[in-house]
């Protein structure tokens, strides 16, 4: 079954701190893999996209992922967290043609001053 | 650009009316697709077309949902006889083709938020 995993529900982080949100899933075709974040009361907004070359990708507001596909996984991270990254963050695949995303249950990020 | 917007924002019924959510898409866009989030919850897929036909539905769709895309533009997701479960934020998102292949990238609107008294 294809399906994506977000094994931490609630992370709270200090400010500055990194940051890693764990990701894996299970999807029959090649995946297309992406990570959106939603704050309260605004629409998902895609983080990052992965859909092939290089591993590691580096996407808006100075978060990167890396896909490895021997563990099925697409971690997120942010080498420093700033209190403005407090959201919900969805790890979701698909695939090249373009069949509705896969989300996972979504991991709440809080940042401690 | 003005992104995918959605109407009304914010809807309460009571148990048993209908209710209809209008979704825009991004104007270029030809994929449209309908997700439904509860608290604490991922957003779940409900539907999706392609112009204006609706290629996939969800086995959460029941026969009390219905969705459509009149010529290939905006779309209506209307709940027939809310019930309490039907309370939920209801999202639209919009995917378009780029040169060289579909990027398979959502793009959501705010979301139509019901809650059935």
């Known amino acids: 079954a294809q399906s994506v995993t977000q094994p931490d529900i609630h992370i709270t982080v200090s400010e500055g701190a990194s940051l890693e949100l764990r990701c894996n899933y299970s999807y029959g075709a090649t995946p297309y893999l992406f990570w959106y974040v939603q704050s309260p009361g605004q629409g998902l907004q895609l983080l990052l996209k992965y859909f092939s070359g290089d591993t590691l990708v580096q996407g808006i507001k100075g978060f990167e992922a890396e896909f490895k596909r021997s563990q099925s996984s697409f971690n997120l991270r942010k080498p420093s967290v700033h209190w403005s990254d407090a959201a919900e963050y969805f790890c979701a695949v698909g695939n090249q043609a373009g069949t509705a995303l896969i989300f996972g249950k979504g991991t709440t990020l809080s940042v401690s001053s | 650009d003005t992104g995918v917007s959605q109407d009304p924002r914010h809807k309460i019924t009571k148990r048993g009316q209908n209710v209809t959510f209008r979704c825009d898409p991004i104007?270029?866009?030809?994929?449209l697709y309908w997700y439904r989030q509860t608290l604490g919850q991922g957003p779940e897929f409900l539907t999706y077309f392609q112009n204006e036909a609706q290629l996939e539905k969800s086995r959460l769709l029941s026969d009390r949902f219905s969705a459509e895309r009149p010529k290939g533009s905006f779309s209506t997701l209307e709940i027939q006889r809310t019930e309490q479960g039907d309370s939920a934020m209801y999202l639209c998102a919009s995917s378009g083709r780029l040169a060289g292949g579909n990027t398979g990238e959502l793009f959501f609107g705010e979301g139509s938020r019901l809650t059935v008294l």
């Open positions: 104007s270029e866009h030809n994929r």
